[in-house]
């Protein structure tokens, strides 16, 4: 699955909103993700600025049941993080998924609270070191909560990610180690690292989405993809998916009508009396393969 992470980049505009879900079907993504949350129970009224803009970027409840409606009529799976409870109470009627952000994967009141509703759910994993992933999975086990239905994001929570920080081979350590559905929420700039996690095995790919890198000072859309970038992010990925192919070895159809062709026989290099002894000098081994009764 590939989301196309929305976030806020509507900034409070349900047009905008609607704009990103039009945009995001085109490109060719699975799915797209939101933020919902009452500013009042996700940042302290002491931290003005912020409290400001995230009271800006706030969409109604009656909006987003209807950008879920919205989304599923484009085919397009709909996914949220909740930043509250009540927020996780409401988008259990709505949300495909949930997902739990990396700066809520340690508040374990909400998670707990969205574990209830059975949805599949996805967390990801920035700020946390391997053993509190390992702690992460220990408490969604003692909830039992179905892991099949358990997605983790490997993330680094920086903003914009340099290469040297990605480390991409977290994705293919955490599968081996955890033996659950790894996935990576892509904070870099560009699609290099969305590519190369796939090729890791990453069951789910999450990027960020703007309509405009430029769009406005808003931190998020200069580390988003534009249509345009998210549409060669989801060809290149489909391409690496392809060529995966399956674990295992075997001759393909395609293969089996070439075979004789590309193999050899034993012809006579020259003209063998019988009774003739049979040596390297009178015969050759070439192409194509034939058998003879």
Known sequence: MIIAEIGNNHEGSYRV??????????????????QTFNTNYYVNKNEKKRFKKLKKFELSYIQFEKLAKY???KGLKFISTPFDL??????SK???????SSG???FFQLIEKVLTFKKPTIISCGLLNYEEIKN?????????FPLKKLTLMHCVSLYPVKNKLANINSIKFLKSRLKINIGYSDHTIGIAASIMAKYLGANFIEKHFTLDKNYSSFRDHQISSNPKEMKILVNEVN???ELSGKVFKKISSEEKKIIKSMRRSIYANKEIKKGEKITQGNVKIVRPYKYYE
């Open 17 to 34: 909103a609607k704009k990103l879900i039009d945009e995001a079907k085109k490109t060719g993504v699975d799915a797209v993700k939101f």
């Open 71 to 73: 989304s599923k009529s």
């Open 86 to 91: 009540n927020s996780a109470i409401f988008l």
């Open 94 to 100: 709505i949300v495909d998924y949930f997902k739990i």
């Open 104 to 106: 809520d994967n340690n």
């Open 136 to 144: 992460l999975v220990k408490f969604v086990r003692k909830k039992k």
């Open 239 to 241: 391409k690496v998916n």
